[in-house]
C-alpha cells in the first residue's frame, strides 16, 4: 500500500507564502512523478506542479514564476513552496503520486488526503 503524508497548508495574507511537502511511504517500486493538484469549491481538480522521475518539471500557467516544485528522491518527498499567493490559490491541495507498487506493474495515481491553503486578501 502506498500511502501520501502532506503538511504545510494554512492560511496566509495575499503576497505571502507557504511550502507543502508530501512524504510517500508504502511499497513502491518505481516512482514516475510525483506532484501536487488542486481544488477550490466548486471548481474541477487541477494539476498545479509535477516533476518527473528524471526531474523535468511542468507547472499550470497561473503559477508559474511563483510556485516550485522540488523533490527528494532518497525520501520519496515533494515539496511545493508558494510564494506571492493570492485568494485566487485557495484550495484544497492534494499530492499525487503516479508509479508502481511492483515490478511489471502498471503505473497507478496515488492521492493524499489533501491540505487547506487558504488566502486572505
Known amino acids: 500500500q502506498v500511502q501520501l503524508v502532506e503538511s504545510g497548508g494554512g492560511l496566509v495574507q495575499t503576497g505571502g507564502s507557504l511550502r507543502l511537502s508530501c512524504a510517500a511511504s508504502?511499497?513502491?517500486?518505481?516512482?514516475?512523478?510525483m506532484g501536487w493538484y488542486r481544488q477550490a469549491p466548486g471548481k474541477q481538480r487541477e494539476l498545479v506542479a509535477v516533476v518527473a522521475r528524471g526531474g523535468s518539471t511542468n507547472y499550470v500557467d497561473s503559477v508559474k514564476g511563483r510556485f516550485t516544485i522540488s523533490r527528494d528522491n532518497a525520501e520519496n518527498t515533494v515539496y511545493l513552496q508558494m510564494n506571492s499567493l493570492n485568494p485566487e490559490d485557495t484550495a484544497v491541495y492534494y499530492c499525487n503520486l503516479f508509479g508502481a507498487r511492483r515490478f511489471r506493474d502498471q503505473s497507478s495515481n496515488y492521492w493524499g488526503q489533501g491540505t487547506q491553503v487558504t488566502v486572505s486578501s
Open positions: 508504502g511499497s513502491i517500486f518505481l516512482i514516475n512523478s
